[in-house]
């Protein structure tokens, strides 16, 4: 289903179109499922929804192989879902079902799946990205030709371990495409409150990463950024940087009563919401009607209730299964 | 216990912003410093409104760097100011934990006494909220080990009031535990609480047929397997550590002495852990007048896991305790 990562232009044809909105679509209602579970206790721990920024993983993703690698943060259902792990296997994991992509002992902040090269999910701010220059490194080191792409938030540029993990990806020329998603907030902390130059591609240019700014509430432009960024990394000149300018339209969790921020500013970027923009931009180009949204909206719907119906039928991981995979199971031979 | 004007109901959570808030009244040098401290009001809330109150110098918002801001406050401390560092959670104190480590703790010897540092660091430790293996650990007993640092762990609301403001005034650097299930843990203070003692651990229940011994977190759950014991007539003796370096060995050793049996119950690991040492001590100094061998009832040794019931299994229980405890005076 994804595009070719070659192809450094996509254009918007229709088929490719009804793709994109499909997926962006899917994050979305998946998550507001996800909100309405945590109220009824289905779903507990920690709860950080990606609504508003799913143009972001949506675009980037279609730049990605399958036999690429990806890390995530806490923030990571719907790059899951765009991977290719499946909504039962997501939904289930935060039921905290053994049926779950992790077992049930991640939950929402800790999604992994070896098949797709999913490597988490991470909760410590700036963690994965080490990670990620690790896994470049052992692609490099292989001869194989892929990429890991590593999200994380505006926030870790604050922290040693981005500029630990940039220099070495550049000095290294490793294969990482260091996917930023600046949604100009960490917790309540406003990027202009908390980085002395906000012009965050700048950093990463000081490492000689190149480095592009994109407009993450725009789908094509977040699709188009990413193969031309993944094109590059692949021809093995080192790492790419893109900045996706976003904006998280709900909390940061579930117990934030968001005291950093106006509700007019909010309902600014609602302006900008990537679905209806899209949806706005492929009606006025004649591929998208009524009937085609309706019949999205359903098979979206259905998927999300296969989802929830497989969870709830899951099962608890035997208690006596506590310790398992503290080590490897697996003894050297 | 009934509300008089000698007494207030509060939340651990409020005794802390209120020790918080006294501090910063009383001593311009006091300062307060972490991530989201300021304008999200702290992310459990305890510095809420504190930054309309102090304003955006005393009330520090800092980006998200552990170790830069953790080391700022060992250098503010050096130089003339008394920093209150807060890391949201334990875990991600392993970020700094070069400057707590190799720096906090070290100046004041390898400098042969001639800078200390009076730093106070405030962290969340502990699970039971399903937040998973990366913000659920009970690492205090670990910095325990560390000399040059000192760690403490208020279980109550009078520790929560009390204990920060003798941390400030310590020349050391003090690191203070709150167990993230205590925020919301209500009860009467009185009103006039102030500044306790931070070198002694208490009896929080007296008893003559087993001491538990414990801090913190697990500190109600070994209250409330001691009142579910009592029922079945053991009467147990429940000491709260409060302190973890340095330990109050001679009120460890004196409740044992009375008691002659004991059992520690830690969130932490077992393996290399605060509880090994107390057995430890106890071997050492009142080896002779144990019944039994001393036991533990820690966390199960496992990353913390997601799922609520794997997450309570890993957890030491009141049920568990009492279990242990009835086990021990059965036998003996
Ligand atoms: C090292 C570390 N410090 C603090 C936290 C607590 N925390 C979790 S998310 C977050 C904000 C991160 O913001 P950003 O990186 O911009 O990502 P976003 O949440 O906006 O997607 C903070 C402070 C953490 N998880 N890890």
């Known amino acids: 289903m994804s595009l070719q990562a070659d192809r450094a232009a996509p254009t918007l044809e229709r088929e490719h179109s009804l793709h994109l909105l499909r997926q962006m679509l899917r994050i979305r209602r998946f998550e507001e499922k996800c909100a309405e579970l945590y109220g009824a206790t289905k779903i507990r721990g920690f709860l950080h929804l990606y609504i508003g920024e799913e143009a972001v993983a949506v675009g980037a993703i279609q730049a990605l192989q399958p036999d690429d ?9 719907g790059h899951a879902l765009v991977r290719g792990i499946s909504a039962e296997s997501i939904m289930a994991e935060l039921y905290g079902k053994q049926e779950g992509c992790s077992r049930g002992r991640g939950g929402s902040m800790h999604i992994f799946d070896a098949r797709t090269r999913f490597y988490g999910g991470n909760a410590i701010v700036g963690g994965g990205l080490p990670i990620a220059v690790g896994l470049a490194l052992g692609d490099k080191m292989q001869g194989r030709d892929r990429v890991t792409a590593c999200f994380f938030g505006e926030g870790a540029v604050a922290e040693g371990e981005f500029h630990e993990s940039m220099n070495l990806a550049a000095l290294w020329k490793l294969p990482v495409l260091f996917c930023c998603e600046n949604n100009l907030y960490a917790m309540g902390t406003a990027l202009k409150r908390s980085e002395s130059e906000v012009d965050l591609c700048l950093k990463a240019t000081s490492y000689e990463i190149p480095a ?10 977040c699709e188009r950024a990413a193969c031309r960024a993944a094109l590059a990394v692949r021809s093995g000149e080192g790492p790419c940087f893109l900045e996706f300018r976003t904006y998280r339209f ?33 009606r006025e180009s004649g591929m998208l009607t009524d009937d085609d949204l309706k019949q999205l909206e359903e098979e979206v719907a259905a998927e999300i209730n296969r989802a929830v119906e497989f969870s709830e039928a899951g099962t608890w991981e035997p208690i006596e299964d506590i310790g398992r995979f503290v080590y490897s199971e697996r003894k050297p031979s | ?15 802390m912003r209120q020790a918080l808030r006294d501090a910063l009244s009383r001593d311009p040098r006091v300062f307060l410093m972490g991530e989201d401290v300021g304008r999200y009001g702290g992310c459990f809330a305890v510095s809420k409104d504190l930054l309309a109150e102090f304003g955006p110098e005393r009330i520090r918002d800092t980006p998200l760097s552990e ?27 392993l970020l700094a934990l070069d400057q707590i480590v190799n720096n906090a ?40 080990h560390i000399p040059g640092i000192k760690i403490l762990a208020p279980a109550t609301l009078e520790d929560a009031r009390g204990m920060l ?3 400030l005034e310590d020349p050391d650097p003090v690191l203070i535990f709150e167990h993230g299930g205590l925020y919301n843990m209500e009860g009467e203070l009185a009103a006039d609480t102030g500044a306790v003692e931070i070198d002694k651990a208490a009896i929080r229940r007296p008893g003559s047929d087993i001491s538990l011994i414990t801090y913190g977190g697990t500190l109600g759950k070994a209250m409330q397997a001691a009142d579910e014991l009592s029922q079945a007539g053991i009467d147990a003796e429940v000491v709260d550590l409060r302190t973890l370096r340095p330990l109050d060995t001679p009120t460890i050793l004196d409740s044992v002495s009375r008691t002659h049996r004991a059992v520690i119950i830690d969130e ?13 001590r106890i071997m050492e100094g009142a080896f002779y007048e144990l019944d039994l061998p001393v036991e533990r009832v820690c966390s199960a040794e496992v990353p913390m896991p997601y799922a609520k019931h794997l997450e309570d299994a890993a957890l030491p229980q009141s049920p568990l305790i009492a279990e242990t405890v009835r086990r021990m005076v059965g036998a003996s």
Request: charged letters at 20%; zero cysteines; aromatic letters at 10%.
């Open chain 1, 69 to 77: 690698a990806i890390v995530a943060t806490y923030r990571e259902h």
């Open chain 1, 212 to 221: 592009w700014p994109v407009d993450g509430m725009d789908i094509i432009e």
């Open chain 1, 250 to 282: 709900r909390a940061h969790s579930m117990y934030d009563p968001q005291l950093y921020r106006t509700k007019e500013e909010i309902e600014e970027w609602k302006q900008r919401d990537p679905i209806s923009l899209f949806d706005a931009r492929m």
């Open chain 2, 1 to 15: 216990m009934t509300t008089d004007d000698k007494t207030v109901r509060m939340t651990y959570r409020e005794a």
């Open chain 2, 67 to 93: 170790s830069a801001f953790v080391g700022a406050g060992i250098g503010a401390a050096l130089n003339g100011m008394r920093p209150i560092v807060e890391i949201m959670t334990v875990n991600f104190s």
């Open chain 2, 105 to 144: 703790a070290t100046i004041l010897y390898m400098s042969g006494g001639q800078f200390n540092v009076p730093l106070v660091i405030r962290l969340t430790t502990g699970a039971g909220r399903q937040l998973a293996a990366q913000h659920s650990h009970s690492l205090e007993g670990w910095y325990a």
């Open chain 2, 165 to 167: 403001w003798t941390a």
């Open chain 2, 268 to 280: 932490g690991w077992r393996s290399g852990s605060i509880s090994a040492e107390i057995s430890a």
